[in-house]
């Protein structure tokens, strides 16, 4: 399912859970559980450490029970700076739904990893949580003249107070101001009637030039 507004990392890691799960499931079978999540037939979704359980309307009256397992990454296969790692495998999850088709993931099942996908893209954490394993700390934002990681200080401007003595000595420095008039500019001469002998030349020799390639 589309994620609008989501983050890239978490439409990303999104979107490696459901190509997971269309490839554990015939086409079919997926496009009618995906159906399920889009008209709203799961609800009461809840994750935690390894589990993740919600209640999917069927085609009878009582919604069914579905449980969706995973356990922890392998240490080689994960790596704390890239949520992507914690995307498991088809041989890291299991479903189970007390409907009575055989299938596994069943339509139901996948509805509910639908919108659990859906839930991580929003909210990439769960994903963390979810797999059992505790999200990277955030690294510190550095602003605008302060090193990272530090309290920003602004610098103390004080006033300053000059006495009579101080002011005549700063006065003798800059000295006296200086006052003049701004000269008044003669109109530009007229443009030359004819051009002068080498710029005749040179429109001689193009006007030349262009006549000879008319047709």
């Given amino acids: 399912m589309s994620a609008p507004g989501a983050s890239r990392e978490g439409r ?32 009461d979704l809840a994750i935690a450490a390894g589990i993740a359980t919600a209640n999917v309307q069927g085609s009878r009256a009582e919604p069914y029970s579905v449980t969706i397992r995973t356990v922890p990454p392998s240490a080689a296969s994960l790596d704390p700076d890239k949520l992507t790692s914690l995307v498991p495998t088809r041989d ?6 007390d409907c009575p088709d055989w299938d596994s993931p069943c339509k139901h099942a996948i509805a ?3 919108l659990l996908s859906e839930r991580i893209a929003y909210e990439p954490a769960l994903l963390s949580k979810w797999r059992a394993v505790e999200p990277a700390p955030a690294a510190p934002r550095a602003t605008v003249g302060s090193r990272a990681g530090g309290a920003t ?3 103390e401007i004080s006033a300053v107070h000059l006495d009579a003595e101080a002011h005549g000595a700063l006065n003798a420095f800059l000295g006296s101001p200086v006052s003049f008039k701004m000269p008044v ?20 020799d193009a006007l030349t030039a262009l006549a ?4």
């Fill in 112 to 114: 509910a990893m639908v």
């Fill in 92 to 97: 890291e999850v299991s479903f189970d739904c």
């Fill in 153 to 155: 200080s602004k610098p």
């Fill in 12 to 43: 990303l890691v999104s979107t490696m859970i459901d190509v997971m799960l269309a490839g554990m499931c015939d086409p079919a079978r997926f496009r009618r559980g995906r159906e399920y999540a889009r008209q709203g037939a799961v609800d």
């Fill in 185 to 204: 500019l003669g109109s530009a001469p007229a443009a030359p009637e004819m051009w002068d002998e080498p710029w005749s030349f040179i429109l001689n």
């Fill in 212 to 215: 000879r390639k008319a047709p």
